[in-house]
């Protein structure tokens, strides 16, 4: 969600509720979609951000709506942050009319370019080529913004993440990195297939300004994230946050998980992100009551948007010959009567 | 013969090659940790019998897993590497065309690039555009390439032991639908050699040819049509490069019509080479031009209605056919 | 009219398009230190009128150029990547093909990605196997792109005008040997359409239809024939998707035959899909099955003898027009 | 030219002396082809090693014919200092029959695997990626051997470098890369699209042991590889060696460096190895007349090259249409009579 004041100091008890908020909606967002996922409401797969709520949030709370962002598989929570509408990405998870991208993308393309997010992607570190790019625009334009660009772990061995940092620091470019480190690249322990100290390493091997997070504290991502984007606003040219996570859930909601060591997701659960903020913001005065029907809240309004997408009509299918090119007809059927 | 899922299958034709000879092994990611829903289903166990230097789980790095695959056929190994989908196969063009086409003749026949590379196609329910493409026309396009995509679980082992035999390059697609798809697997070697085609329904009216799981399809339309008193040859082709001219041609000049049906676009498409080649070659024996069915030009859309515009369906074949025959 | 080399004309375009529109912007390796020989001579001089934020020189990073152009354009800005060659296109086809062609859609229209790409196509003697490929084929098959291949200066630079206010994603594909051949440019603003093919001789015997440098050796093909006594109508397509189907359905209903001649391996190649489109749509009008003529399945060989081996000559073009002129 | 006696000790200056005629030889076969180029019997590009030799000699000096080198576009040097025939590779430049790829590839495609030159690059990085692949073959095939890979400056801001670098610490791979830091890719001086320290520092930060030469100072490139290579073949696993050059030629052989500043080539063309090798090889006891006569036998092997290569005839058309591949004929043209 966007914060418009950016001289608002950061881990302020307010603040964090809601950040709290946000956190809550992501989990609720992210349950329900397995729940429909399962029921057979949503098609493809679905990669979730459970237990990475903090990241994301903490860091689009330090982004106006001007500003971009780009994604990678794992979108929804990201979307959220970012401040795109929970019902109108249900649409979209469902294949409704309504749906973010008009339901031609589904989960893995959910996208909200009213708000700055640019987009999920299905293929592993094109978001960071492409949000240097967009970076380069925003100095061509002479535009005040800036692009925050989320990579998996996993994804920090493929070429083009080199070659997005390395770029970015050439043109000293307005973007900020960050680093999602949940410990597995689908079932693989991303330990076990990158070498040397890790992303933090790498980026400063370009001499990028990198800085390491426990991304399970919103607090702390927040803070991190409020002084790294006001530097790269400031024209401090890029810089990396790397946080560290854990993916609860499996790869993909279908993911049984059989490469995990048992009691590992149960151990690790313990440290996630929103039970610790509920228990921060007890600690700062705020009451369990106000926490609990904060997610209450989070959990009926994902709830709603459920009932919503499930009443909204599917697409007319000659809406599947729209927005391919403005030059050459897709050449839809003839023989059935597709779209003119 | 037994009956099993083309991802068994294929999985076990890989481990007969593995235990066959010492120098073949495969690279790609996850294969090694797999999980369900994905090719990489198609290694599970295999790294308890062949260990970690045989089954190679690699770091996402698209490049390199067929880059080093490149190298390493050069250097006297027989890899089969995994790029999980021809849409991420994309990444990796570079290494597969300017590479592994193209040394041993760049170099004057000084080298071989004995290798498989899996990239999976077709359209599944909900992946969307960047998960769904059929990209095999590229392929076939480029020299230096042998391009399979076999359509049963008998045809994915067999041909998989061919592509691992062979001292091409080869391109090997399977189509995600089918990984769970079963059918009879003999219980011999059943090697599938490279470049002939099966023919799958005989007949003598009309010739279809296709591929991978659209030559299933084209079996549901030649059972249709047979209830219609229309009798369909269906070729199977299974390799696209080379393809069985001989087996496409005989069938032409018996039926004189010719339909060919493919899962990928169709502007630019593979079938457009077929119906040309054959178009050149069996011009008097046609009794009307012949005919593809491909997909729109449209990348492909997520909602169920409008997944399915992209799909040729049994129905829009049909309804092709009979055009075809009325003609 | 201006007499000018296709690269100064090129380069004119451009610089225009800059001048017209701020938000135009190129960027490529060696673009603002520019040398002889390459495409990158198209670029002389434009550092000094636009400067670096207008005329960028990249890193060696071709997945980066092409994936920045696409973010600077769905960002609002309309840049020119070059990627020099389209052997080195092959690195960023990932780029291209996910991304850049399906961004519109795959996002219910919520952005667009005006670029163009530049990726010269064609063989020039002595560049073998890794610096010589034509592979328009693989972005006509490819929905969401746009694929221009101008074969003359004027051409050259009106399309390069098209191509940059297009909000489609534009393929560009110059041809190698044309960069030093000259032609007459008009002294006007001189955009040409996309999608418009060029009739450059006009015949009723025969269609022969082509693109790029070949349209240019088809002409000279039509001068030979002429000299038998037999017209040809020479139809340079200009831009390959979407190809310019009323001018060729016109002259293929004039004329009766159709040849379709491309530089590219004849196999899989777009010649097929025209080959394959008019057969189908104009298959009354045909005196005979249209003929396609292309390279040998093969790389580009080194050594000359060799090397034109995989040329599509006039010679050649002109045997296969005797051949579909007595069938 | 390989070295069967690994113990040798380095810098002495018997084996200096070789290494000196290897250069020569090198920078003999790079002038002629220049000038073969001018003369038109050259076709396509040639990138030219000249000023770098000592790299090349220095490193392949300490390989065994049994090594592999993967070379890039500018791989007449390494082939040469790796062993292969400067004859058989003039040939390959002039397209003749007994050429090295039997007249197929060319300058950039000039390979000779009978001493495991497997091949100069048209595309740069690539013979990284298969590097990497060629050194998990010698792992698996449990032969005595390891990899070296020559990539240029500019090429190490290519996705793919960071991806063979992170892959060969994976798996511990038998490999040394050899960055030729030459200051300029292409037209573009490196650093002015490079950010942060460098090759050095890059490698570094995926842990690979990293060292840096003096490119020029041959003593020094085969001291250091001496080294690398030792414990690359000792079970050390990667290694990085990157020297300091400069490219004193053109980028290719028309290149006008225009873009040069003017007395540069000049200034930088005092530091090149083969004269400085000379005086070393003068201050260590050898005689001027000695070194003059190395130096011409060297002129006097590549002119003869030269004249064998121009008498050697073309090859016949009809080879085009052979190692294609062993599956499905290319086609070659029916109408002329092209081969069956
Ligand atoms: C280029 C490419 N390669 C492979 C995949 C398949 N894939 C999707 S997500 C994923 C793992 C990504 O791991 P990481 O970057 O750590 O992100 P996480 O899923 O943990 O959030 C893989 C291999 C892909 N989508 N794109
Ligand atoms: C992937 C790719 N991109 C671009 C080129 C064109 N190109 C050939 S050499 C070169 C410069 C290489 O510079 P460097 O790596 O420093 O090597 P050097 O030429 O200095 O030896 C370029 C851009 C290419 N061959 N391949
Ligand atoms: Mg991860
Ligand atoms: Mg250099």
Same mark, same amino acid.
């Given at each position: ?29 992210? %349950? ?34 001007? $500003? ?30 309504? @749906? ?5 993308? @589904? ?55 080199? %070659? ?7 043109? %000293? ?33 370009? @001499?990028?300004?990198?800085? $390491? ?49 048992? @009691? ?38 994902? $709830? ?37 | ?50 260990? !970690? ?45 300017? *590479? ?21 196609? /077709? ?19 480029? !020299? /230096? ?5 076999? /359509? ?74 047979? &209830? ?27 039926? &004189? ?8 676009? *169709? ?37 169920? !209605? ?22």
């Amino acid at each position: 969600m966007s914060n418009e004041n950016d001289t608002q100091r950061t881990n302020e008890p307010a603040r964090i509720f809601e950040l709290y908020k946000t956190m809550c909606l992501i989990r609720a967002f992210e %349950e329900r979609s397995e729940d429909e996922f399962d029921a057979g409401f949503i098609n493809g797969s679905i990669h979730q951000y459970i237990g990475e709520e903090a990241i994301g949030t903490g860091v689009c709370a330090n982004l106006r709506d001007t $500003d971009y962002i780009l994604s990678n598989h794992r979108g929804h929570g990201h979307s959220i942050a970012k401040g795109a509408d929970p019902e109108s990405m249900m649409k979209e998870l469902m294949g409704r009319v309504g @749906g973010t991208s008009g339901a031609k993308g @589904g989960s893995m393309h959910i996208a909200d370019f009213s708000v700055g997010m640019l987009g999920a992607n299905g293929v592993l570190a094109d978001g960071l080529t492409m949000g240097v790019g967009a970076a380069q625009a925003i100095c061509l334009r002479g535009v005040d913004a800036i692009v925050t660009v989320f990579v998996g772990d996993g994804t920090t061995n493929r070429g083009p993440f080199y %070659e997005a940092l390395n770029w970015a620091m050439v043109y %000293e470019l307005p973007i900020l990195f960050v680093c999602e480190n949940n410990g597995y690249a689908s079932s693989t322990v991303t330990r076990s297939i990158t070498a040397g100290e890790g992303p933090v390493a790498r980026a400063k091997a370009f @001499g990028m300004p990198a800085f $390491d997070v426990d991304g399970n504290d919103v607090n702390a991502v927040d803070a991190l994230a409020a002084d790294l984007i006001a530097r790269v606003r400031g024209g401090g040219g890029p810089h990396f946050l790397h946080a560290r996570t854990y993916r609860v859930k499996g790869h993909i909601s279908r993911d049984k998980m059989l490469y995990r060591p048992e @009691g590992e997701t149960e151990e690790r659960f313990k440290d996630e992100p929103i039970g610790r903020c509920a228990a921060w913001l007890i600690a700062n005065g705020f009451e369990e009551a106000e926490i609990v029907s904060a997610r209450d809240a989070a959990y009926a309004q994902i $709830d709603a948007a459920v009932a919503a997408a499930k009443d909204a009509s599917f697409p007319n299918k000659n809406l599947a010959y729209a927005d391919v090119q403005d030059f050459g007809p897709p050449e839809p059927w003839q023989q059935d009567g597709g779209a003119a | 013969m037994t009956e099993m899922t083309f991802a068994d299958a294929v999985r076990e034709g890989l481990a007969e090659e593995l235990r066959r000879d010492p120098l073949v092994w495969a690279l790609g990611e996850d294969l090694s940790t797999a999980h369900g829903g994905t090719s990489a289903n198609q290694y599970v166990g295999l790294i308890d019998e062949f260990g !970690p230097k045989r089954i190679v789980n690699t770091p996402i790095s698209e490049n390199t897993i067929m880059g080093a695959a490149v190298g390493a056929a050069v250097a006297g190994t027989r890899p089969v590497a995994d790029l999980r989908m021809a849409d991420f196969g994309m990444c990796a063009v570079d290494e597969l065309v300017n *590479q592994a086409a193209k040394i041993r003749y760049m170099f004057g026949g000084q080298a071989r690039v004995p290798l498989v590379v899996r990239q999976a196609i /077709g359209v599944r329910k909900g992946a969307a555009a960047q998960h769904s493409q059929s990209t095999e026309a590229w392929y076939v396009h480029t !020299p /230096g390439l042998v391009v399979v995509a076999p /359509g049963t679980p008998a045809d994915g082992r067999g041909l998989l032991k061919s592509a691992i035999r062979a001292d091409d390059p080869v391109v090997y697609m399977e189509h995600k639908d089918l990984w769970l798809a079963s059918g009879d697997v003999p219980d011999d070697e059943g090697v599938v050699p490279i470049g002939v085609a099966k023919t799958v329904r005989e007949g003598s009216d009309l010739t279809i040819v296709s591929w991978s799981k659209m030559a299933r399809l084209c079996e549901e339309v030649a059972d249709t049509l047979a &209830g219609d008193g229309v009798s369909v040859d269906v070729i199977d082709l299974r390799t696209l490069w080379p393809w069985d001219k001989d087996a496409v041609y005989a069938s032409v000049c018996k039926t &004189g019509r010719l339909l060919v049906a493919q899962e990928a676009v *169709q502007v630019g498409g593979f079938a457009a080479e077929i119906a040309t080649d054959v178009t050149e070659n069996c011009f008097d024996a046609l009794k009307t031009h012949a005919r593809r069915i491909g997909a729109p030009r449209m990348p492909v859309p997520y909602a169920e !209605p409008m997944e399915n515009e992209f799909r040729v369906t049994p129905e829009r074949i049909i309804a092709r056919a009979r055009e075809l025959l009325a003609a």
